[in-house]
Protein backbone atom coordinates (compact mmCIF):
# COMPACT_ATOMS: atom_id res chain seq x y z
CA UNK A 1 0.00 0.00 0.00
CA UNK A 2 1.52 3.24 -1.13
CA UNK A 3 1.14 6.40 1.29
CA UNK A 4 1.90 9.82 -0.22
CA UNK A 5 3.18 12.81 2.34
CA UNK A 6 3.67 16.48 2.00
CA UNK A 7 6.14 17.27 4.11
CA UNK A 8 6.79 21.08 4.28
CA UNK A 9 10.04 22.24 5.25
CA UNK A 10 11.64 25.95 5.47
CA UNK A 11 14.92 26.20 5.71
CA UNK A 12 16.81 29.91 6.07
CA UNK A 13 19.85 30.18 3.47
CA UNK A 14 22.68 32.52 4.04
CA UNK A 15 24.11 34.74 1.04
CA UNK A 16 27.96 34.39 0.54
CA UNK A 17 28.18 38.17 2.09
CA UNK A 18 26.34 36.81 5.12
CA UNK A 19 28.39 33.88 5.90
CA UNK A 20 32.14 35.89 5.10
CA UNK A 21 30.78 38.47 7.49
CA UNK A 22 30.09 35.91 10.27
CA UNK A 23 33.47 34.24 9.35
CA UNK A 24 34.67 38.07 10.48
CA UNK A 25 32.89 38.52 13.75
CA UNK A 26 34.93 34.86 14.56
CA UNK A 27 38.39 36.06 13.63
CA UNK A 28 40.28 37.07 16.92
CA UNK A 29 42.57 40.53 16.53
CA UNK A 30 45.83 38.41 15.27
CA UNK A 31 43.64 36.76 12.77
CA UNK A 32 41.82 39.51 11.29
CA UNK A 33 44.80 41.64 10.85
CA UNK A 34 46.27 38.28 8.14
CA UNK A 35 42.46 38.62 7.16
CA UNK A 36 42.89 42.17 6.23
CA UNK A 37 46.44 42.01 4.54
CA UNK A 38 45.23 39.12 2.22
CA UNK A 39 42.10 41.48 1.23
CA UNK A 40 44.09 43.92 0.44
CA UNK A 41 46.69 42.30 -1.08
CA UNK A 42 43.80 41.03 -3.63
CA UNK A 43 41.68 44.12 -4.18
CA UNK A 44 43.46 47.21 -5.58
CA UNK A 45 40.41 49.48 -4.98
CA UNK A 46 40.66 48.86 -0.97
CA UNK A 47 42.98 50.96 0.69
CA UNK A 48 43.88 52.02 4.13
CA UNK A 49 45.08 55.23 5.99
CA UNK A 50 41.81 58.43 5.29
CA UNK A 51 40.73 59.78 1.85
CA UNK A 52 38.71 62.06 0.96
CA UNK A 53 35.30 59.56 -0.01
CA UNK A 54 33.05 60.36 -3.55
CA UNK A 55 30.14 60.50 -2.93
CA UNK A 56 27.79 57.00 -4.14
CA UNK A 57 26.39 58.64 -7.38
CA UNK A 58 30.01 59.53 -8.69
CA UNK A 59 31.04 56.09 -9.04
CA UNK A 60 27.56 54.50 -9.31
CA UNK A 61 28.05 51.22 -11.33
CA UNK A 62 24.35 49.71 -11.74
CA UNK A 63 24.34 50.69 -15.49
CA UNK A 64 27.44 48.24 -15.89
CA UNK A 65 25.34 44.99 -14.09
CA UNK A 66 24.42 44.17 -18.07
CA UNK A 67 27.69 42.91 -18.28
CA UNK A 68 27.89 40.88 -14.51
CA UNK A 69 28.69 37.13 -15.06
CA UNK A 70 26.11 34.73 -16.18
CA UNK A 71 23.66 32.49 -14.12
CA UNK A 72 25.21 29.75 -13.98
CA UNK A 73 28.81 31.28 -13.01
CA UNK A 74 27.69 33.01 -10.00
CA UNK A 75 27.56 31.49 -6.32
CA UNK A 76 23.77 32.08 -5.20
CA UNK A 77 22.81 32.00 -1.95
CA UNK A 78 20.77 28.70 -2.52
CA UNK A 79 24.07 26.90 -3.27
CA UNK A 80 25.87 27.49 0.22
CA UNK A 81 26.45 24.79 2.48
CA UNK A 82 26.70 26.71 5.80
CA UNK A 83 27.89 23.92 7.63
CA UNK A 84 30.55 23.44 5.32
CA UNK A 85 31.22 27.58 5.83
CA UNK A 86 31.49 27.14 9.23
CA UNK A 87 33.10 24.28 10.13
CA UNK A 88 34.35 23.57 13.55
CA UNK A 89 37.14 21.77 11.81
CA UNK A 90 38.48 24.31 10.04
CA UNK A 91 42.00 25.46 11.20
CA UNK A 92 41.78 29.00 11.93
CA UNK A 93 44.43 31.70 11.18
CA UNK A 94 45.35 32.64 14.39
CA UNK A 95 47.00 29.45 15.45
CA UNK A 96 49.30 28.83 12.67
CA UNK A 97 50.30 32.57 12.54
CA UNK A 98 51.56 35.16 14.19
CA UNK A 99 50.99 38.89 13.74
CA UNK A 100 51.94 40.67 16.65
CA UNK A 101 52.31 44.65 15.73
CA UNK A 102 50.33 47.74 15.11
CA UNK A 103 51.06 50.54 13.01
CA UNK A 104 53.26 52.38 15.00
CA UNK A 105 55.69 49.37 15.98
CA UNK A 106 59.11 48.92 13.68
CA UNK A 107 59.84 46.11 11.63
CA UNK A 108 62.59 44.66 13.34
CA UNK A 109 64.12 41.31 11.90
CA UNK A 110 64.72 38.44 14.29
CA UNK A 111 67.54 36.52 13.87
CA UNK A 112 66.70 32.34 14.84
CA UNK A 113 68.22 29.04 14.80
CA UNK A 114 67.35 27.52 12.11
CA UNK A 115 66.86 23.51 14.14
CA UNK A 116 66.42 20.16 12.74
CA UNK A 117 63.37 18.00 13.19
CA UNK A 118 63.21 15.47 15.42
CA UNK A 119 63.59 12.83 13.27
CA UNK A 120 66.36 14.11 11.23
CA UNK A 121 68.21 13.89 14.34
CA UNK A 122 67.43 10.46 15.36
CA UNK A 123 68.55 9.95 11.46
CA UNK A 124 71.79 11.19 11.83
CA UNK A 125 72.71 9.53 15.11
CA UNK A 126 72.37 6.48 13.33
CA UNK A 127 75.45 7.60 11.41
CA UNK A 128 77.44 6.32 14.40
CA UNK A 129 76.47 2.84 14.07
CA UNK A 130 78.23 0.46 11.41
CA UNK A 131 75.15 -1.08 9.43
CA UNK A 132 75.15 -2.50 5.95
CA UNK A 133 72.74 -0.86 2.99
CA UNK A 134 70.04 -3.37 4.07
CA UNK A 135 70.17 -2.24 7.82
CA UNK A 136 70.20 1.21 7.64
CA UNK A 137 67.21 1.16 5.26
CA UNK A 138 65.41 -0.86 8.12
CA UNK A 139 66.72 1.47 10.35
CA UNK A 140 65.19 4.66 8.80
CA UNK A 141 61.71 3.32 7.67
CA UNK A 142 61.81 2.34 11.69
CA UNK A 143 62.43 5.85 12.73
CA UNK A 144 60.04 6.99 10.06
CA UNK A 145 57.35 5.14 12.17
CA UNK A 146 58.27 6.86 15.48
CA UNK A 147 55.85 9.34 16.02
CA UNK A 148 56.51 12.82 17.65
CA UNK A 149 55.76 11.23 21.24
CA UNK A 150 58.73 9.28 20.77
CA UNK A 151 56.39 5.95 20.18
CA UNK A 152 56.43 3.20 16.89
CA UNK A 153 52.92 2.41 18.15
CA UNK A 154 52.36 -0.83 15.53
CA UNK A 155 53.38 -4.15 15.98
CA UNK A 156 56.87 -5.65 13.80
CA UNK A 157 54.84 -7.92 12.36
CA UNK A 158 52.86 -4.83 10.47
CA UNK A 159 56.01 -2.81 10.35
CA UNK A 160 57.36 -5.98 8.16
CA UNK A 161 54.34 -6.34 5.89
CA UNK A 162 54.78 -1.99 5.34
CA UNK A 163 58.59 -2.47 4.79
CA UNK A 164 57.89 -4.93 1.96
CA UNK A 165 54.77 -3.52 0.60
CA UNK A 166 55.71 0.50 0.34
CA UNK A 167 59.65 -0.01 0.62
CA UNK A 168 60.13 -3.17 -1.26
CA UNK A 169 62.35 -4.42 1.90
CA UNK A 170 61.94 -8.14 2.36
CA UNK A 171 63.18 -8.88 6.11
CA UNK A 172 62.38 -10.70 8.92
CA UNK A 173 60.38 -10.26 12.38
CA UNK A 174 63.44 -11.26 14.02
CA UNK A 175 65.93 -8.76 11.91
CA UNK A 176 63.32 -5.89 13.09
CA UNK A 177 63.46 -6.95 16.14
CA UNK A 178 67.38 -6.50 16.14
CA UNK A 179 67.04 -3.10 14.66
CA UNK A 180 64.96 -1.82 16.99
CA UNK A 181 67.48 -2.60 19.85
CA UNK A 182 69.94 -0.04 17.96
CA UNK A 183 66.77 2.69 17.65
CA UNK A 184 66.52 2.08 21.59
CA UNK A 185 70.13 3.19 21.66
CA UNK A 186 69.36 6.54 20.30
CA UNK A 187 68.58 9.91 22.29
CA UNK A 188 66.41 10.50 24.06
CA UNK A 189 66.25 7.46 25.99
CA UNK A 190 63.06 5.43 25.49
CA UNK A 191 62.64 6.47 21.84
CA UNK A 192 61.22 3.98 19.89
CA UNK A 193 59.33 1.94 22.03
CA UNK A 194 56.58 0.31 21.25
CA UNK A 195 54.05 0.78 24.77
CA UNK A 196 54.92 3.15 28.02
CA UNK A 197 56.16 0.08 29.90
CA UNK A 198 58.73 -0.49 27.22
CA UNK A 199 59.55 3.05 27.44
CA UNK A 200 59.91 3.29 31.36
CA UNK A 201 62.26 0.18 31.27
CA UNK A 202 64.54 1.27 28.13
CA UNK A 203 65.19 4.36 30.51
CA UNK A 204 65.74 2.40 33.87
CA UNK A 205 68.52 0.31 31.99
CA UNK A 206 69.87 3.56 31.44
CA UNK A 207 70.48 4.46 34.72
CA UNK A 208 73.23 3.92 37.15
CA UNK A 209 72.21 1.09 39.35
CA UNK A 210 71.18 1.25 42.68
CA UNK A 211 67.89 0.12 45.29
CA UNK A 212 65.53 1.78 44.16
CA UNK A 213 66.62 1.54 40.09
CA UNK A 214 66.83 -1.64 40.61
CA UNK A 215 63.58 -2.42 42.21
CA UNK A 216 61.77 0.50 40.19
CA UNK A 217 62.43 -1.86 37.26
CA UNK A 218 61.33 -5.11 39.07
CA UNK A 219 58.34 -2.65 39.47
CA UNK A 220 57.70 -1.94 35.54
CA UNK A 221 58.80 -5.61 34.50
CA UNK A 222 56.60 -7.50 36.77
CA UNK A 223 54.32 -5.41 38.35
CA UNK A 224 53.11 -2.96 36.20
CA UNK A 225 49.72 -3.25 36.17
CA UNK A 226 49.40 -3.39 39.91
CA UNK A 227 52.18 -0.07 39.74
CA UNK A 228 49.67 1.38 37.10
CA UNK A 229 46.39 1.08 39.31
CA UNK A 230 48.43 2.19 42.42
CA UNK A 231 47.57 -0.73 44.28
CA UNK A 232 51.18 0.09 46.53
CA UNK A 233 49.82 -2.47 49.73
CA UNK A 234 50.38 -5.66 46.83
CA UNK A 235 53.61 -4.24 45.86
CA UNK A 236 54.78 -3.96 49.34
CA UNK A 237 54.06 -7.08 50.01
CA UNK A 238 55.32 -9.12 46.43
CA UNK A 239 58.44 -7.48 46.69
CA UNK A 240 58.95 -7.52 50.45
CA UNK A 241 60.09 -4.07 50.58
CA UNK A 242 58.89 -1.19 53.01
CA UNK A 243 57.08 1.54 52.39
CA UNK A 244 60.19 3.70 52.21
CA UNK A 245 62.06 1.74 50.08
CA UNK A 246 58.43 1.80 47.36
CA UNK A 247 58.67 5.88 47.75
CA UNK A 248 61.56 5.65 46.83
CA UNK A 249 61.09 3.34 43.64
CA UNK A 250 58.61 5.22 42.65
CA UNK A 251 60.01 8.59 43.01
CA UNK A 252 62.47 7.15 40.62
CA UNK A 253 59.83 6.34 37.98
CA UNK A 254 57.99 9.06 38.37
CA UNK A 255 61.27 11.24 37.16
CA UNK A 256 61.20 9.08 33.59
CA UNK A 257 59.89 10.71 30.62
CA UNK A 258 56.63 8.90 29.31
CA UNK A 259 56.71 11.18 26.05
CA UNK A 260 61.05 10.94 25.21
CA UNK A 261 59.76 12.98 21.82
CA UNK A 262 57.96 15.22 23.11
CA UNK A 263 61.20 16.76 24.76
CA UNK A 264 62.95 17.02 21.63
CA UNK A 265 63.84 21.19 21.25
CA UNK A 266 62.99 20.88 17.66
CA UNK A 267 60.19 19.49 18.13
CA UNK A 268 58.05 21.49 20.54
CA UNK A 269 55.61 24.41 19.05
CA UNK A 270 56.11 27.64 18.97
CA UNK A 271 53.91 29.54 22.33
CA UNK A 272 51.85 32.42 20.55
CA UNK A 273 51.45 35.82 22.63
CA UNK A 274 47.34 36.08 23.30
CA UNK A 275 46.50 39.66 22.38
CA UNK A 276 43.50 40.47 23.77
CA UNK A 277 40.75 41.60 21.58
CA UNK A 278 38.77 44.13 24.64
CA UNK A 279 40.14 45.37 27.60
CA UNK A 280 38.39 46.04 30.86
CA UNK A 281 39.44 48.72 33.15
CA UNK A 282 37.63 50.46 36.68
CA UNK A 283 37.59 53.81 36.26
CA UNK A 284 36.18 56.22 39.34
CA UNK A 285 34.07 52.81 40.07
CA UNK A 286 32.76 51.86 36.60
CA UNK A 287 33.77 49.65 34.30
CA UNK A 288 35.19 51.18 31.11
CA UNK A 289 35.20 48.60 27.85
CA UNK A 290 37.25 49.45 25.01
CA UNK A 291 38.17 47.51 21.81
CA UNK A 292 41.17 46.60 21.22
CA UNK A 293 42.08 49.54 17.83
CA UNK A 294 43.69 47.05 16.05
CA UNK A 295 40.14 45.77 15.34
CA UNK A 296 39.02 49.03 13.79
CA UNK A 297 41.38 50.22 10.92
CA UNK A 298 40.76 52.86 8.70
CA UNK A 299 40.07 51.89 5.44
CA UNK A 300 38.64 53.60 1.88
CA UNK A 301 38.12 53.02 -1.65
CA UNK A 302 40.49 53.68 -4.04
CA UNK A 303 40.67 57.37 -5.35
CA UNK A 304 42.45 55.84 -8.67
CA UNK A 305 39.29 53.63 -9.11
CA UNK A 306 36.83 55.57 -8.74
CA UNK A 307 38.34 57.93 -11.16
CA UNK A 308 38.96 55.17 -14.05
CA UNK A 309 34.96 54.07 -13.21
CA UNK A 310 33.53 57.96 -14.12
CA UNK A 311 36.27 58.37 -16.83
CA UNK A 312 34.48 54.79 -18.79
CA UNK A 313 31.02 56.37 -17.51
CA UNK A 314 31.86 59.58 -19.81
CA UNK A 315 33.69 57.70 -22.75
CA UNK A 316 30.98 57.11 -25.59
CA UNK A 317 32.66 54.82 -26.89
CA UNK A 318 32.72 51.22 -25.15
CA UNK A 319 34.83 48.18 -27.14
CA UNK A 320 34.52 44.81 -25.53
CA UNK A 321 37.39 44.93 -23.84
CA UNK A 322 36.74 48.30 -22.31
CA UNK A 323 33.35 46.63 -21.04
CA UNK A 324 35.43 43.59 -19.46
CA UNK A 325 37.61 46.55 -17.57
CA UNK A 326 34.91 48.09 -16.43
CA UNK A 327 33.41 45.13 -15.13
CA UNK A 328 36.57 44.04 -12.96
CA UNK A 329 36.83 47.78 -11.75
CA UNK A 330 33.22 47.58 -10.97
CA UNK A 331 33.34 44.22 -8.53
CA UNK A 332 36.83 45.43 -7.10
CA UNK A 333 34.53 48.64 -5.96
CA UNK A 334 31.85 46.94 -4.73
CA UNK A 335 33.87 44.17 -3.06
CA UNK A 336 35.87 47.28 -0.87
CA UNK A 337 32.74 48.94 -0.27
CA UNK A 338 31.56 45.64 1.01
CA UNK A 339 34.63 45.03 3.20
CA UNK A 340 35.00 48.63 4.51
CA UNK A 341 31.01 48.50 5.46
CA UNK A 342 31.61 44.83 6.88
CA UNK A 343 34.35 45.97 9.37
CA UNK A 344 32.79 48.07 10.67
CA UNK A 345 29.28 46.07 11.65
CA UNK A 346 31.96 43.45 12.99
CA UNK A 347 32.86 46.20 15.47
CA UNK A 348 29.45 46.80 16.33
CA UNK A 349 28.72 43.51 16.62
CA UNK A 350 31.93 42.76 18.93
CA UNK A 351 31.72 45.76 21.05
CA UNK A 352 27.37 45.63 21.81
CA UNK A 353 28.17 42.12 22.65
CA UNK A 354 31.23 42.06 25.31
CA UNK A 355 29.47 45.34 26.75
CA UNK A 356 26.49 42.72 27.42
CA UNK A 357 28.52 40.42 28.99
CA UNK A 358 30.44 43.31 31.02
CA UNK A 359 27.49 44.56 32.57
CA UNK A 360 26.21 40.92 33.58
CA UNK A 361 29.31 40.13 35.23
CA UNK A 362 29.45 43.39 36.69
CA UNK A 363 30.23 41.82 40.22
CA UNK A 364 32.69 39.78 39.55
CA UNK A 365 34.30 42.57 37.18
CA UNK A 366 34.34 44.90 39.62
CA UNK A 367 36.49 43.27 42.44
CA UNK A 368 37.52 39.70 40.97
CA UNK A 369 35.55 37.58 43.17
CA UNK A 370 34.89 34.34 40.99
CA UNK A 371 32.50 33.27 43.40
CA UNK A 372 30.75 36.07 42.36
CA UNK A 373 30.01 35.02 38.71
CA UNK A 374 26.83 34.77 37.69
CA UNK A 375 25.30 31.76 35.99
CA UNK A 376 24.82 32.78 32.08
CA UNK A 377 24.47 31.27 28.87
CA UNK A 378 24.38 32.18 25.05
CA UNK A 379 20.94 33.33 25.32
CA UNK A 380 20.81 35.55 28.04
CA UNK A 381 23.32 37.57 25.99
CA UNK A 382 21.96 37.27 22.66
CA UNK A 383 18.53 37.89 23.83
CA UNK A 384 20.04 41.36 25.94
CA UNK A 385 20.88 42.46 22.64
CA UNK A 386 18.95 41.28 20.20
CA UNK A 387 21.30 39.07 18.09
CA UNK A 388 21.09 35.66 17.07
CA UNK A 389 22.88 32.69 19.45
CA UNK A 390 25.81 31.63 16.93
CA UNK A 391 26.66 35.14 16.48
CA UNK A 392 27.88 35.63 20.36
CA UNK A 393 28.86 32.07 20.41
CA UNK A 394 31.39 33.08 17.36
CA UNK A 395 32.15 36.28 19.80
CA UNK A 396 32.88 34.29 23.08
CA UNK A 397 34.27 30.84 22.03
CA UNK A 398 37.57 32.99 20.39
CA UNK A 399 38.02 36.48 21.65
CA UNK A 400 39.76 37.64 25.11
CA UNK A 401 39.36 40.08 26.74
CA UNK A 402 42.42 41.88 29.13
CA UNK A 403 40.79 43.02 32.71
CA UNK A 404 41.78 44.04 36.05
CA UNK A 405 42.55 40.35 36.99
CA UNK A 406 44.58 38.70 33.75
CA UNK A 407 43.47 38.04 30.46
CA UNK A 408 40.56 35.90 30.23
CA UNK A 409 38.91 33.73 27.23
CA UNK A 410 35.45 35.26 27.05
CA UNK A 411 33.41 31.74 27.26
CA UNK A 412 35.03 31.29 30.81
CA UNK A 413 32.34 33.99 31.50
CA UNK A 414 29.86 31.86 30.86
CA UNK A 415 28.45 29.06 32.73
CA UNK A 416 24.88 27.06 33.73
CA UNK A 417 22.71 27.42 36.75
CA UNK A 418 22.47 25.39 39.52
CA UNK A 419 20.41 25.13 43.27
CA UNK A 420 21.78 25.53 46.51
CA UNK A 421 20.66 24.45 49.22
CA UNK A 422 19.27 27.90 50.20
CA UNK A 423 16.94 27.78 46.61
CA UNK A 424 19.50 30.28 45.44
CA UNK A 425 21.03 30.05 41.38
CA UNK A 426 24.93 29.44 41.43
CA UNK A 427 27.35 29.01 38.80
CA UNK A 428 28.37 25.51 38.29
CA UNK A 429 31.98 27.17 37.74
CA UNK A 430 31.41 27.99 41.32
CA UNK A 431 30.61 24.60 42.02
CA UNK A 432 33.82 23.32 40.63
CA UNK A 433 36.39 25.63 42.33
CA UNK A 434 35.14 24.15 45.20
CA UNK A 435 35.41 20.70 44.05
CA UNK A 436 38.80 21.51 43.02
CA UNK A 437 40.01 23.38 46.19
CA UNK A 438 37.83 19.99 48.38
CA UNK A 439 40.38 17.75 46.21
CA UNK A 440 43.33 19.68 46.57
CA UNK A 441 43.22 19.88 50.69
CA UNK A 442 42.07 15.83 50.87
CA UNK A 443 44.69 13.76 52.15
CA UNK A 444 46.67 11.92 49.20
CA UNK A 445 47.08 8.54 51.17
CA UNK A 446 43.59 8.23 51.01
CA UNK A 447 42.03 10.91 48.65
CA UNK A 448 38.12 11.25 48.26
CA UNK A 449 36.20 8.50 46.17
CA UNK A 450 33.25 10.68 44.33
CA UNK A 451 30.33 9.48 46.71
CA UNK A 452 32.34 11.10 49.09
CA UNK A 453 32.79 14.52 47.45
CA UNK A 454 29.58 14.58 46.85
CA UNK A 455 28.23 14.34 51.12
CA UNK A 456 30.84 17.65 51.35
CA UNK A 457 29.75 19.61 49.06
CA UNK A 458 26.25 18.79 50.17
CA UNK A 459 27.13 19.38 53.43
CA UNK A 460 29.18 22.95 52.53
CA UNK A 461 25.27 23.86 50.61
CA UNK A 462 25.92 22.44 47.03
CA UNK A 463 23.16 18.73 46.58
CA UNK A 464 25.32 17.79 43.91
CA UNK A 465 24.47 13.70 42.82
CA UNK A 466 27.64 11.55 42.48
CA UNK A 467 27.26 11.05 38.79
CA UNK A 468 28.07 15.38 38.70
CA UNK A 469 30.81 15.28 40.94
CA UNK A 470 32.08 12.50 38.41
CA UNK A 471 31.39 14.56 35.02
CA UNK A 472 32.95 17.93 36.67
CA UNK A 473 35.65 16.04 38.07
CA UNK A 474 36.75 15.11 34.20
CA UNK A 475 36.27 18.47 33.07
CA UNK A 476 38.63 19.83 35.51
CA UNK A 477 41.00 16.87 34.04
CA UNK A 478 41.02 15.24 37.86
CA UNK A 479 41.77 11.43 38.06
CA UNK A 480 39.45 9.08 40.35
CA UNK A 481 40.66 8.78 43.86
CA UNK A 482 42.54 5.84 43.31
CA UNK A 483 45.00 7.68 40.85
CA UNK A 484 45.50 10.29 43.09
CA UNK A 485 46.76 8.29 45.85
CA UNK A 486 50.18 8.85 47.11
CA UNK A 487 52.24 7.05 49.53
Known sequence: MLKQFLNLKISQKLSPQQIQLMKLIQLPTQAFEQRLLEEMNENPALE????DEYEKDE???????????????RMEAEDINLDEYLSSDDTPDYKTQVNNYSDDDESKETPFAAAISFHQDLINQLNTFILSDEERDIAEFLVGSIDDTGYIRRSTADLVDDMAFTQGLYTSEKEVESILHIIHELEPTGVGARDLQECLLLQLKHKTPTESVEYATTIIEHHFDAFVRKHYDKLTQKLNISNEQLKNAIHEIERLNPKPGGSFSGNNKITENIVPDFAIRIVDGELELTLNGRNAPTLHVSKDYQEMMQTYKESKDKSHSQKDAVQFIKQKLDSAKWFIDAIKQRQDTLFVTMNAIMHYQ?????????TRLKPMILKDIADMIGLDISTVSRVANSKYVETPYGTKLIKEFFSEAMK????????TLEIKRILQNTIEEEDKKNPLPDDLLAEILKEKGYPIARRTIAKYREQLEIPVARMRKKL
Do not use: C, I, P
Open 59 to 73: YDTEEFDDYEDSEAD
Open 420 to 427: NDQGEEVS
Open 362 to 370: KDYLLDGDE
Open 48 to 51: SGKE
